[in-house]
Nanobody, 123 residues
Framework: QLQLVESGGGLVQPGGSLRLACVAS????????AAWFRQAPGKEREGVAS????????EYSDSVKGRFTISRDNAKNTVYLHMDNLEADDAATYYC????????????????WGQGTQVTVSS
């Protein structure tokens, strides 16, 4: 059973950067597509970035395109989300998800989820 644990969240000023990490255990992440989702209070969860199991297919939501970068290191069983130029609207709980299949920003396709890490953007 794949287990995912996110880390790297915290408080950052507008315009700042953070790097989130999602470490998998219980199985190798090599054959799983992965994605990052976020959910702000009172809002639906949205997919922000996804990456195929080889890392050769990447997709971003329009809201983060050009500011966020998803990557993975299968040797470390880890998926990253590097976030630059953070805005107040980026504040949310960020979740890592994985699926044995194709990468997508649609949350219904994902079978495994982490517990989330909180990102706060405030001056």
């Amino acid at each position: 059973q794949l287990q995912l644990v996110e880390s790297g969240g915290g408080l950052v000023q507008p315009g700042g950067s953070l790097r989130l990490a999602c470490v998998a255990s219980g199985s190798t992440l090599d054959y799983y597509a992965a994605a990052w989702f976020r959910q702000a209070p009172g809002k639906e969860r949205e997919g922000v970035a996804s990456i195929s199991h080889r890392g050769d297919k990447i997709e971003y939501s329009d809201s983060v395109k050009g500011r966020f970068t998803i990557s993975r290191d299968n040797a470390k069983n880890t998926v990253y989300l590097h976030m630059d130029n953070l805005e107040a609207d980026d504040a949310a709980t960020y979740y890592c998800a994985a699926v044995w299949g194709s990468a997508t920003l649609k949350e219904g396709f994902y079978d495994f989820w982490g517990q989330g890490t909180q990102v706060t953007v405030s001056s």
